[in-house]
């Protein structure tokens, strides 16, 4: 079984912080070959290991999944994609959301802030889409 060692060590401290381990999965032969959730409240954390990088989400079903990296920029203005670094730094993102644990807990036990993160998220991937496929 694959474990947040294996995937995203840098995160190791979130076992202390109440998320346990939940579904996994391993491909050795696969691109995107592992997958791991780590369940908590009032949020998980989603890691997918894709060639090497590593890409994660916050949230859980019932919230629906958010971009670490848009959920940490929503809690702290003073964060920018360009600091985060495309694709985003694991060890940069994992640092940052243990600095601003107690904001990202409060905005997801927050129905207005979680409005408010949703249109954001979606501002942001539209954006990026805009700059990806271009702008029709």
């Known amino acids: 079984m694959i474990g947040l060692i294996d995937v995203a060590p840098a995160f190791s401290f979130i076992a202390n912080r109440g998320l346990l381990p939940g579904t996994a999965t391993y491909d050795q032969q696969a691109f995107g070959n ?3 959730v780590m ?4 949020f998980s954390l989603r890691f997918q290991r894709d060639r090497g990088q590593v890409f994660m989400d916050i949230g859980n079903d019932a919230a629906g999944w958010y971009k670490l990296e848009y959920v940490l920029e929503f809690v702290a203005n003073s964060i920018t994609q360009k600091q985060l670094g495309e694709p985003p730094d694991t060890t940069l993102l994992a640092n940052l959301l243990q600095g601003h644990w107690d904001k990202v807990t409060h905005l997801f036990n927050d129905q207005q802030e979680m ?3 949703q249109i954001f998220a979606k501002q942001k991937m539209a954006s990026l889409s805009g700059e990806i496929f271009g702008n029709p």
């Open 34 to 36: 592992a997958n791991l």
């Open 39 to 42: 369940d908590g409240t009032p």
């Open 115 to 117: 409005s408010q993160l």
